[in-house]
């Protein structure tokens, strides 16, 4: 063998590291070899020198160190460990401040809505709310109130769709408590620059202007960077009126599909998700049947839409993030009665901003000429179509239902034109 | 087995003695929240600890950060700490990980190569802050030429001479072959040989 193996083995065998036959070999040759024992003789010098050396000096340093360390345990446990005798004064101001904390996050939620990226997920807002309110016949003046108290800066018809699927989402304990934020908001209404809540009469009126409202939203977009793009989108949304039934009939539909798999839930844990998405297929089923005629594609399917929807996509994926992480700065900051109702309109919000995603998912499917785009876009309604989440997979479910029909329709067409 | 014992290795040592050390009474009276105790704890193994963490991460204010960090969350999860084992392997453990937690973050930043260039060079090794803690020419030299080491050959030295683990230990919290302990150690001490040869 080479002298370098036995070389490469010296700090092994000097750390007693060496086993079986590789001692005996090592052991054999550095008994006679000269150049071998001078290494392991300088191994063991400095093995010496940083056994004498390696220790740090005494110094002041290490009681001032130790001093730093232990005022910092002081103030950790001081933070943490609160003296009984001032614990209720203290979580009252506690609670005081959360509820400030949360006046103020909700009131910068409000502001956000006005982001012109929104304006375009908002400008359909009414068309399917306005419907819904009146088909699901909820009396809801006082939420009606505290959305536009909230939402500062917002039309009156971009304020009423996300109440009507609030109302359909937040149960009855929100609800509640959501009126106390309501009652705290109408008593500090003068510090903000909060609009006039829009009271039911008004409402009335803003449903006959409709017309007259979304030319106001036309000249709005005009002035925007985007502006031919979205007036235009503005101009084909108010023209659709058989959206405004679908979005009722969603908004519906939610509510009883839900119960379905709260139901099903309690039949049986093990078969979940078989359940909830039996259930709701044939809710989706019975959907179909009441109103076939809002299921039809829009006609004007060009590439200009196309890249609308896709836009459309990017803007509802955004603001769900943003919503999500708004949701968290919530659960973290307050776990107060507030927190809950700021809970609340979080998940109102995120209902309404899926289901405008899945709508654009749907016409993405339809409209595409790229196939790979249309397998992510029914992909992706598939995957929340088998969601436990009921709203969710009830409305992704409902657009998949469309898809499929409305690619049949599509076959048919072909075949009939190619006979 | 006496306290002393758990200073000779990195791994968990168990006291198997009946009678009680004092550094278990210190630590219980620290569980039942006594900070003076903890104080004392800390007294006793805090330049032990630097040394170690030093080691590891080569600089002063970060090791001082690391000791800091790893006291504070000693004390935190103390009720955690089962008396019949050693202290200062369980700070240890702590320590490193944090350590080798922000090694292994620079290493992603610095290539491989860089680390090469920069190399072994004891004469461009500063030791800054850590020189008011040597108060000895040789113990400067030394470190010197241990903090000049190349990161991978550093703290493979550093867990063997100051914490005496075994190469299988090593190998095992490193995460590499035995062999490849043994190869850089032996790359180590040969680099460190030629640094402080004619201290020897």
Same mark, same amino acid.
């Given at each position: 063998m080479e002298h370098q193996f036995y070389i490469d083995r010296l700090s092994a065998y000097f750390d007693n590291e060496l086993k079986n036959e590789e001692l005996v070999i090592v052991k054999e040759h550095v008994e006679g070899c000269e150049e071998c024992q001078k290494r392991l003789h300088e191994l063991e010098k400095l093995e010496d020198l940083i056994s004498e050396n390696s220790e740090l000096s005494e110094s002041d340093y290490w009681e001032q160190s130790a001093q730093k360390i232990e005022s910092a345990l002081s103030s950790q446990t001081e933070a943490t460990i609160i003296p009984v005798g001032k614990s209720s004064k203290s979580s009252l101001w506690w609670k005081l401040i959360g509820v400030a904390a949360s006046l103020v996050l909700v009131a910068l939620f409000a502001f956000e809505q006005k982001d012109s990226n929104d304006e375009l997920l908002r400008q359909e807002a009414p068309k399917i709310s306005i419907k819904h309110v009146g088909g699901a016949k909820v009396p809801i003046i006082k939420d009606t109130i505290i959305d536009d108290k909230v939402s500062v800066g917002r039309s009156a018809e971009q304020s009423e769709e996300p109440l009507a699927v609030s109302n359909e989402v937040v149960d009855n304990a929100e609800q509640n408590t959501s009126e106390q934020i309501v009652e705290n908001l109408q008593t500090k209404p003068k510090k903000a620059p909060v609009p006039q809540p829009i009271k039911k009469s008004d409402k009335v009126l803003l449903e006959k202007n409709k017309v007259e409202t979304k030319k106001t939203l036309t000249i709005k977009e005009q002035q925007s960077s985007n502006k031919e793009k979205r007036s235009k989108t503005v101009e084909i949304f108010s023209d659709k009126e058989p959206n405004l039934k679908y979005g009722a009939d969603i908004g519906k539909t939610i509510k009883s599909r839900r119960a379905a798999f709260k139901a099903g839930l309690e039949k049986s844990k093990t078969k979940k998700k078989y359940k909830a998405s039996s259930s709701l297929s044939a809710l989706s089923q019975k959907s179909e049947k009441t109103n076939p005629q809002e299921l039809k594609v829009p006609e004007y399917a060009d590439k200009t839409e196309i890249n609308y929807w896709r836009r459309k996509v990017s803007l509802c994926t955004e603001q769900l993030q943003s919503r999500k992480n708004k949701k968290i700065l919530y659960l973290k900051k307050a776990a107060t009665d507030s927190a809950k109702v700021n809970k609340g309109n979080m998940i109102f919000d995120k209902d309404f901003l899926s289901l405008q995603l899945f709508e654009a998912y749907y016409k993405i499917a339809v409209m595409t000429t790229d196939t790979t785009e249309e397998k992510q876009a029914v992909q992706f309604l598939k995957e929340n179509a088998d969601s436990l989440n009921s709203s969710k997979s009830a409305q992704a479910l409902h657009f998949l239902e469309k898809y499929k029909s409305e690619k049949n329709r599509q076959k048919s067409s072909k075949s009939k034109t190619e006979e | 087995m006496n306290k002393n014992s758990s200073e000779d290795? @990195?791994?968990? %040592?168990?006291?198997?003695?009946?009678?009680?050390? =004092?550094? $278990?009474?210190?630590? =219980?009276?620290?569980?039942? @929240?006594?900070?003076?105790?903890? @104080? &004392?704890?800390? #007294?006793? %193994?805090?330049?032990?600890?630097?040394?170690?963490?030093?080691?590891?991460?080569?600089?002063?204010?970060?090791?001082?950060?690391?000791? $800091?960090?790893?006291?504070?969350?000693?004390?935190?999860?103390?009720?955690?700490?089962?008396?019949?084992? !050693?202290?200062?392997?369980?700070?240890?453990?702590?320590? #490193?990980?944090? !350590?080798?937690?922000?090694?292994?973050? =620079? $290493?992603?930043? =610095? +290539?491989?190569?860089?680390?090469?260039?920069?190399?072994?060079?004891?004469? +461009?090794?500063?030791?800054?802050? *850590?020189? &008011?803690? /040597?108060?000895?020419?040789?113990? &400067?030299? *030394?470190?010197?030429?241990?903090? !000049? *080491?190349?990161?991978?050959? #550093?703290?493979?030295?550093? /867990?063997? %001479?100051?914490?005496?683990?075994?190469? !299988?230990?090593?190998?095992?919290?490193?995460?590499?072959?035995?062999?490849?302990?043994?190869? #850089?150690?032996?790359?180590?001490?040969?680099?460190?040989?030629?640094?402080?040869?004619?201290?020897?």
């Open positions: - | 290795s @990195g791994c968990l %040592h168990v006291y198997t003695t009946g009678s009680k050390s =004092e550094e $278990q009474k210190l630590i =219980e009276s620290a569980q039942n @929240g006594d900070k003076t105790a903890f @104080g &004392k704890l800390i #007294r006793i %193994h805090q330049k032990r600890l630097f040394r170690f963490v030093y080691g590891l991460v080569n600089s002063f204010d970060t090791t001082e950060d690391i000791v $800091q960090e790893t006291f504070v969350k000693a004390f935190q999860k103390i009720q955690t700490f089962k008396t019949e084992y !050693a202290f200062y392997p369980w700070i240890a453990t702590i320590a #490193r990980n944090s !350590a080798y937690n922000l090694i292994q973050r =620079e $290493q992603k930043q =610095e +290539s491989l190569e860089k680390m090469q260039e920069v190399g072994f060079d004891p004469q +461009s090794s500063d030791l800054g802050a *850590l020189d &008011k803690l /040597l108060n000895d020419e040789n113990r &400067k030299r *030394l470190y010197k030429a241990i903090s !000049a *080491l190349p990161v991978k050959y #550093r703290i493979v030295f550093t /867990l063997r %001479h100051f914490e005496k683990m075994d190469y !299988a230990e090593i190998a095992s919290y490193l995460k590499i072959p035995p062999g490849t302990v043994d190869s #850089r150690l032996y790359r180590a001490r040969q680099m460190l040989l030629d640094a402080v040869k004619d201290l020897l």
